[in-house]
């Protein structure tokens, strides 16, 4: 019961995190489409041509670590081998823009961004290997979609922010695809 209580609650935080960074986002865009320039909500660029296979990059967005991984074609592959050991592999209950609810939770399959905050309380995992995301909190795990396992405390998977591509590599952060 108290386990339920407290998920709601973190599913409660965690859409009031999302809603606020799409607020963020809407503020830099004109109906056109235009986008002006925000202190804080911002749009921004993220140049990819080097980073390189199994690299993750951080950047700070909104004052929070946004990852931009490049995956290989056998990480991307490996998404489908562990979903039955996943809380919530079609990411139903998780806050992600519409292009992105899919196995990769992606736009492009070799690309990942995500918030890189634990859905748990908030720490910041790291990448293992070419594996999952290991947070050192209290042991919560996400793959390479950010899709949590079943084995930690975190119930909820990673925040994918709004993104789109510029060019084939440079990405925008904040705004729709
Ligand atoms: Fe990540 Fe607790 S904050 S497992």
Partial sequence: MERSGMTQRRRIMIAATASAMA???AMVM???GVVIAHPH?????????DLPEGKLR??????????????SAAAVAALAAHEVRLVDPDSLQSIQPPGCQ???RSLRPEIFVAIGLCTH????????GETDFLCPCHASSFDLAGRVFKA???????????YRFE?????????DA
Avoid: F
Avoid at 60 to 69: A, F, G, I, R
Avoid at 121 to 128: D, E, K, N, V
């Fill in 23 to 25: 607020a963020g986002a």
């Fill in 167 to 175: 060019a084939d590599n440079r990405l925008l952060i904040g705004v």
């Fill in 121 to 128: 309380q908030g720490c910041a995992p790291g990448l293992r």
């Fill in 58 to 71: 951080t950047v700070e967005w909104q004052d929070k670590p946004v990852w931009v991984l490049r995956r």
């Fill in 41 to 49: 909500g911002a749009p921004l660029a993220v140049d990819l041509a």
């Fill in 152 to 162: 930690g405390p975190a119930t909820v998977n990673l925040v994918i922010p709004a």
């Fill in 102 to 104: 899919n196995r990769q």
């Fill in 30 to 32: 004109r109906p056109s």
